[in-house]
Structure formats: structure tokens, C-alpha cells
């Protein structure tokens, strides 16, 4: 069977599928990934359905060999260093990866999280219904935690992708996180008119102390009309709760299911994965918006989704110094095919 | 009869249908007959539903399911004051409140200035409403705890307990399902897995359900724990609540 060995793993690469359905009731954190338009996307270009099994790469970074025969991949990130074999990639391609070779993802200037999708399908057994990982409660993925050194993910289907590597087109994952846009609510009425005008206003400062579980802002404190604590009910994905210190958190795809703070208002979907690509320092500012708002710009998202994803052979701009050795530029001795 | 409940949104796919701002049981029995409600109407579009002490969270996919039409739906079902759709089950758990589980059980009877025995029979006599589940996998809120043992948090947590901990704090009871730190006072343990993911049956207890535990000694309680790690559910159900 193909696989897919994992030489390094930075903390936090995870596993992840959809995420865990219908067991939220029983305190199951529903896990998933942290940005689904990109997730969607790479399964999408690897031409996997839109929820498949697939590694969710964190600024940890990640190095990947295919050792026992070739596996297509499709990796999307937006503003990660990729490179095979040392030479350098676009953030996102789709790319074969050979027996020898090394395919290397590390940090760029901007995004939090990228996803690899294979060409085929990772025999990953789930558990209460998903591989999404939940390393707080190990759940899923490999016996609950992140990916390591020397871990071996088997691949069913297998299929060797495009001959030589191809830049992924994605116009649609440049988002600005500077504007998130939200619904007030659910508990806004914890909190004063002009308490929610500088809510929305900003402007906030992502924390650098972020993961999957919140996103951390920094900014000048909300001040609650009616106390910080609440009797606890139900926490959805991009929920913002305001503790008592003022400063708010969006709740994110590793939430409990259930929280005691009031939560003045929710991340629209569309939005939840710009914010979860803000890299700490990032500033932002809210839009209140309406539901049908929201719902409409969910229906633009999966529209995207029903086309190929177009992809372009890489042109080489960016030359690696191995690369530029290789060339004997110096010798000036031309192609002996030639 | 009761007011309607509220309708809040939580984002555009998810709704809070709030019952009351109280830790109540009459509260909470309107949140879980409106689950019921829902889990026998299934309206097409509802991915799940999570029922707390005062409110019920509907998350929904509103590409299939529009907000009016769940609203609608959502007054309808819970016009009437409709009762829950089944008696709930009383699940009796052996508790072993004996060293070493009862870790704190001194400490505890030291801040109700009761002997260890009256805290553990306190704790044995009373019959528990599950609330509902959350903080952890399986971690689920019991009320009715006597107001004698109705200590608050510690201040700062204790060193992680093991799992099956029988703990009270808060004004609450609880049974923690995985090893952390925890605010709450070990009183005991339970050899019942309420969490076992690997399990078919993963929880057998629901939200509205009572809970009795059953002092047993150390040595019952080994082996019913051996019985357990088996495969067995050691757990005793009881029909008739209340």
C-alpha cells in the first residue's frame, strides 16, 4: 500500500475531516478544520470529496516523503514556504510526490494553517464518526494527537497526480482579515449600545498565543452591563465571548461545546477561516451583519466549490541557490541534447 | 401555561432556544421535551442538538433549512408546554468512597464540619438530575446535591484526579470521565465508565436522566471495576424516576 511518511512535524499538525457530528450533547468536541474553504479546496484539487481526510498543517511546518511509490497531493496555504526537493514551490500546487523525494512546508509571512489532501483516501480508522483530531480530549486522527517524526499514514486508492508540479489558482482564499464580519448575538444583550459600537469598531490585535481551540484579541476592554457570568449554554464555531477581563474570544473549531460567558456575537462561517489565517499582530475590525447576509455568503463559498480548482504549470521565478548551481551558469555550457 | 421561549441567534446556523436564565428542573424539562419534540419531527437541515441546563441549542444548516421556517417550527413544538416524550431512566452507580478514592473526602467533611461518613451518606442519599453534558467528553452537570455538601470551587485546582473521580463543587455533583486538574473535591469513585468512546453504546447516560450512587467497599469495587474494563456496564438501571 502507498504511504505517506511523516519526516518532521511542527506542533499542531493535526488530522482533521469535516469534524465530529451529533455528539456535542455528550461534551464531544466536534474538532474539524480550522479554515473549511481551504480545506474544501485542497480536497477539491486532489479530487477527493469535499470532506475527506486530510492534514491540517500549522506554522509548526511539516516534511512529508512518499517511500514506497509515487502519491499525487494537493497542498494549499496561503503564504507558506513550500519546497521539494529544496526547490521552491508555490504556496499552493499540486505536485507528485516520488519515492526519494522530500516535500517541505514551513511558516511564510502570512497564514496560520495550510492542508495537504492525497490523491487517494488516508485509511485512518475514525472514531464516534470522523479522523477529526481533538488532542485535548485524544480523540481521532493518530490515537488522538498531532503528527509526528516517523509516523507512516497509510493510503488507499493511491493516485499519482500531475507529472510535474502545477500552481494551484484559488482566488477565492485571499481574503482580508482585517473585516470580519459578524451576527450580534447570541447574549448582546449583556452588553451597552455604545459597549457594542466599540466592539465592532475596533480595532483588535490577534494574540499570538492563539490554537485551535480560540482566537485571542487585544484591544481596549469591553465593559459587561449585567456581569460576566451567565447561566452556560451552548457555544457555536466563531462564537466571541467577553470574561470578565473584557477582552474578547472567538471560540473556535476545538471549543467546548457549552460555555458560562456572555458571547456578544458569532463569526459568520464565511469569515471563520480569514480569521483562523490572521498570524498573531494581525489587526481587525467587525461588521455586524444579518443573517440572510451570512447565509448568502455561505451559498457564494459552495458555489466556488462545485468548479475545478484551475492550476497552471509553475513557471521557475523563484530559484532555489541548489537550483541555481545546477545551472552551471557560470560555464555557460548549454544543453548537450541540444 | 409558560411564556414562549426566546429565539436567539448564535451565528446564521445555529439558534438558542431559551427556556429561562435559572438552573431549574421544570426549565430544563422544557428545553428536553422541545429535544424530543425535534428528535421525533426531524425537520430536514438540523445537524444537531445540544440541550443545557436552560436553553436549547439547535445547530442547522441554513443552506437547506431558512431561519423562519425553523423559528416556526421550533413555536409550534413547544406551544402547549408539551411534556418529554419518555419517562427518564434512574441509573444507580456503585460509588467506593473508602481510601484511596475518596482523596478528599476529609477536606470536604473539615469545610461542612461533618464526620467523612455523614458527607459520604449526604452524598449516597440524594438522587441526582443530569443536567446536561459539557467542559469535557462525557463530562455531564448534576444537580440536587444536599444544600449541606453545597461547597464552592476550590480556589485553585487541585493536582489531575483519575478517571471515574466522584466529585462534588459548586453546588454540584459530577463524574469526571478523563484525568485533569480540577476545581472540584474528589469525594469517590465510580467503576461506571460513563465515556467510553470505543464502546457501541459511547454514553448510555441523557441529559434529564437521574443518577443514585451506591456505596460499595474497596474491594467490590475492584472487582467491579474488573468487570467493567471486560465489557460489562456495572451501572444498574432503574425504571420509574420519579
Same mark, same amino acid.
Given at each position: 500500500?502507498?504511504?505517506?511518511?511523516?519526516?518532521?512535524?511542527?506542533?499542531?499538525?493535526?488530522?482533521?475531516?469535516?469534524?465530529?457530528?451529533?455528539?456535542?450533547?455528550?461534551?464531544?468536541?466536534?474538532?474539524?478544520?480550522?479554515?473549511?474553504?481551504?480545506?474544501?479546496?485542497?480536497?477539491?484539487?486532489?479530487?477527493?470529496?469535499?470532506?475527506?481526510?486530510?492534514?491540517?498543517?500549522?506554522?509548526?511546518?511539516?516534511?512529508?516523503?512518499?517511500?514506497?511509490?509515487?502519491?499525487?497531493?494537493?497542498?494549499?496555504?496561503?503564504?507558506?514556504?513550500?519546497?521539494?526537493?529544496?526547490?521552491?514551490?508555490?504556496?499552493?500546487?499540486?505536485?507528485?510526490?516520488?519515492?526519494?523525494?522530500?516535500?517541505?512546508?514551513?511558516?511564510?509571512?502570512?497564514?496560520?494553517?495550510?492542508?495537504?489532501?492525497?490523491?487517494?483516501?488516508?485509511?485512518?480508522?475514525?472514531?464516534?464518526?470522523?479522523?477529526?483530531? %481533538?488532542?485535548?480530549?485524544?480523540?481521532?486522527?493518530?490515537?488522538?494527537?498531532?503528527?509526528?517524526?516517523?509516523?507512516?499514514?497509510?493510503?488507499?486508492?493511491?493516485?499519482?497526480?500531475?507529472?510535474?508540479?502545477?500552481?494551484?489558482?484559488?482566488?477565492?482564499?485571499?481574503?482580508?482579515?482585517?473585516?470580519?464580519?459578524?451576527?450580534?448575538?447570541?447574549?448582546?444583550?449583556?452588553?451597552?449600545?455604545?459597549?457594542?459600537?466599540?466592539?465592532?469598531?475596533?480595532?483588535?490585535?490577534?494574540?499570538?498565543?492563539?490554537?485551535?481551540?480560540?482566537?485571542?484579541?487585544?484591544?481596549?476592554?469591553?465593559? %459587561?452591563?449585567?456581569? %460576566?457570568?451567565?447561566?452556560?449554554?451552548?457555544?457555536?464555531?466563531?462564537?466571541?465571548?467577553?470574561?470578565?477581563?473584557?477582552?474578547?474570544?472567538?471560540?473556535?473549531?476545538?471549543?467546548?461545546?457549552?460555555?458560562?460567558?456572555?458571547?456578544?456575537?458569532?463569526?459568520?462561517?464565511?469569515?471563520?477561516?480569514?480569521?483562523?489565517?490572521?498570524? /498573531?499582530?494581525?489587526?481587525?475590525?467587525?461588521?455586524?451583519?444579518?443573517?440572510?447576509?451570512?447565509?448568502?455568503?455561505?451559498?457564494?463559498?459552495?458555489?466556488?466549490?462545485?468548479?475545478?480548482?484551475?492550476?497552471?504549470?509553475?513557471?521557475?521565478?523563484?530559484?532555489?541557490?541548489?537550483?541555481?548551481? /545546477?545551472?552551471?551558469?557560470?560555464?555557460?555550457?548549454?544543453?548537450?541534447?541540444? | 401555561?409558560?411564556?414562549?421561549?426566546?429565539?436567539?441567534?448564535?451565528?446564521?446556523?445555529?439558534?438558542?432556544?431559551?427556556? =429561562?436564565?435559572?438552573?431549574?428542573?421544570?426549565?430544563?424539562?422544557?428545553?428536553?421535551?422541545?429535544?424530543?419534540?425535534?428528535?421525533?419531527?426531524?425537520?430536514?437541515?438540523?445537524?444537531?442538538?445540544?440541550?443545557?441546563?436552560?436553553?436549547?441549542?439547535?445547530?442547522?444548516?441554513?443552506?437547506?433549512?431558512?431561519?423562519?421556517?425553523?423559528?416556526?417550527?421550533?413555536?409550534? @413544538?413547544?406551544?402547549?408546554?408539551?411534556?418529554?416524550?419518555?419517562?427518564?431512566? @434512574?441509573?444507580?452507580?456503585?460509588?467506593?468512597?473508602?481510601?484511596?478514592?475518596?482523596?478528599?473526602?476529609?477536606?470536604?467533611?473539615?469545610?461542612?464540619?461533618?464526620?467523612?461518613?455523614?458527607?459520604?451518606? @449526604?452524598?449516597?442519599?440524594?438522587?441526582?438530575?443530569?443536567?446536561?453534558?459539557?467542559?469535557?467528553?462525557?463530562?455531564?452537570?448534576?444537580?440536587?446535591?444536599?444544600?449541606?455538601?453545597?461547597?464552592?470551587?476550590?480556589?485553585?485546582?487541585?493536582?489531575?484526579?483519575?478517571?471515574?473521580?466522584?466529585?462534588?463543587?459548586?453546588?454540584?455533583?459530577?463524574?469526571?470521565?478523563?484525568?485533569?486538574?480540577?476545581?472540584?473535591?474528589?469525594?469517590?469513585?465510580?467503576?461506571?465508565?460513563?465515556?467510553?468512546?470505543?464502546?457501541?453504546?459511547?454514553?448510555?447516560?441523557?441529559?434529564?436522566?437521574?443518577?443514585?450512587?451506591?456505596?460499595?467497599?474497596?474491594?467490590?469495587?475492584?472487582?467491579?471495576?474488573?468487570?467493567?474494563?471486560?465489557?460489562?456496564?456495572?451501572?444498574?438501571?432503574?425504571? =420509574?424516576?420519579?
Amino acid at each position: 500500500m502507498t504511504v505517506l511518511a511523516i519526516e518532521a512535524a511542527g506542533p499542531g499538525v493535526t488530522l482533521q475531516d469535516r469534524g465530529r457530528r451529533g455528539y456535542l450533547r455528550f461534551g464531544i468536541t466536534a474538532a474539524g478544520p480550522m479554515d473549511s474553504l481551504m480545506f474544501a479546496t485542497a480536497n477539491r484539487a486532489a479530487g477527493n470529496p469535499p470532506d475527506a481526510t486530510a492534514i491540517e498543517i500549522s506554522t509548526g511546518g511539516l516534511t512529508l516523503a512518499a517511500p514506497e511509490g509515487p502519491l499525487g497531493l494537493a497542498l494549499v496555504s496561503a503564504g507558506f514556504r513550500v519546497a521539494l526537493d529544496g526547490e521552491a514551490l508555490p504556496p499552493s500546487c499540486a505536485l507528485t510526490l516520488a519515492p526519494g523525494q522530500t516535500l517541505t512546508v514551513r511558516a511564510g509571512p502570512t497564514g496560520a494553517w495550510g492542508y495537504i489532501a492525497v490523491c487517494g483516501r488516508l485509511a485512518v480508522a475514525p472514531v464516534l464518526g470522523s479522523t477529526a483530531t %481533538h488532542t485535548r480530549s485524544a480523540l481521532g486522527g493518530l490515537d488522538g494527537r498531532g503528527l509526528r517524526a516517523g509516523d507512516r499514514l497509510a493510503v488507499a486508492q493511491a493516485r499519482a497526480g500531475d507529472d510535474a508540479p502545477q500552481r494551484l489558482l484559488a482566488p477565492w482564499l485571499d481574503r482580508d482579515p482585517a473585516r470580519i464580519r459578524v451576527v450580534l448575538g447570541p447574549q448582546d444583550d449583556y452588553f451597552s449600545p455604545d459597549q457594542i459600537a466599540a466592539f465592532l469598531e475596533g480595532p483588535w490585535t490577534v494574540s499570538a498565543r492563539g490554537d485551535r481551540m480560540a482566537c485571542f484579541l487585544d484591544g481596549p476592554p469591553l465593559t %459587561h452591563m449585567r456581569g %460576566h457570568d451567565i447561566v452556560s449554554d451552548g457555544v457555536a464555531m466563531g462564537a466571541i465571548q467577553v470574561p470578565g477581563n473584557g477582552l474578547p474570544i472567538v471560540l473556535m473549531a476545538d471549543r467546548q461545546s457549552t460555555g458560562g460567558y456572555p458571547k456578544i456575537a458569532t463569526v459568520i462561517g464565511s469569515d471563520l477561516g480569514r480569521l483562523a489565517q490572521a498570524q /498573531g499582530g494581525t489587526r481587525l475590525s467587525f461588521t455586524a451583519v444579518t443573517v440572510d447576509e451570512a447565509v448568502a455568503a455561505r451559498r457564494a463559498e459552495a458555489a466556488i466549490l462545485k468548479e475545478d480548482v484551475p492550476r497552471e504549470p509553475v513557471l521557475r521565478t523563484d530559484f532555489s541557490a541548489q537550483f541555481l548551481l /545546477g545551472l552551471n551558469l557560470v560555464g555557460g555550457v548549454t544543453d548537450g541534447r541540444a | 401555561m409558560s411564556a414562549p421561549p426566546r429565539i436567539l441567534d448564535a451565528g446564521e446556523a445555529a439558534l438558542v432556544v431559551e427556556f =429561562g436564565v435559572a438552573v431549574d428542573p421544570a426549565i430544563n424539562d422544557r428545553v428536553l421535551a422541545l429535544d424530543d419534540a425535534l428528535a421525533a419531527d426531524k425537520p430536514a437541515g438540523i445537524t444537531e442538538t445540544v440541550p443545557t441546563y436552560r436553553s436549547l441549542m439547535i445547530h442547522y444548516d441554513p443552506m437547506v433549512l431558512d431561519r423562519g421556517t425553523l423559528t416556526r417550527r421550533v413555536l409550534d @413544538l413547544t406551544r402547549g408546554d408539551p411534556r418529554r416524550a419518555a419517562a427518564p431512566a @434512574l441509573w444507580v452507580l456503585p460509588c467506593c468512597y473508602e481510601a484511596p478514592h475518596g482523596e478528599d473526602l476529609e477536606a470536604v467533611a473539615e469545610l461542612v464540619g461533618q464526620p467523612p461518613g455523614t458527607v459520604a451518606a @449526604l452524598h449516597a442519599g440524594a438522587t441526582y438530575r443530569v443536567y446536561m453534558y459539557g467542559f469535557a467528553p462525557g463530562f455531564a452537570y448534576l444537580g440536587g446535591l444536599p444544600e449541606a455538601l453545597a461547597v464552592p470551587r476550590r480556589p485553585s485546582p487541585r493536582p489531575p484526579h483519575p478517571t471515574n473521580a466522584v466529585m462534588i463543587g459548586g453546588g454540584l455533583a459530577a463524574v469526571a470521565t478523563v484525568p485533569m486538574p480540577t476545581g472540584w473535591y474528589v469525594l469517590g469513585a465510580t467503576p461506571c465508565r460513563l465515556y467510553a468512546p470505543e464502546r457501541s453504546e459511547s454514553f448510555f447516560v441523557s441529559p434529564g436522566d437521574g443518577i443514585r450512587f451506591e456505596p460499595v467497599d474497596a474491594a467490590t469495587f475492584t472487582e467491579l471495576a474488573r468487570r467493567e474494563a471486560a465489557g460489562e456496564r456495572v451501572a444498574r438501571r432503574e425504571e =420509574g424516576i420519579r
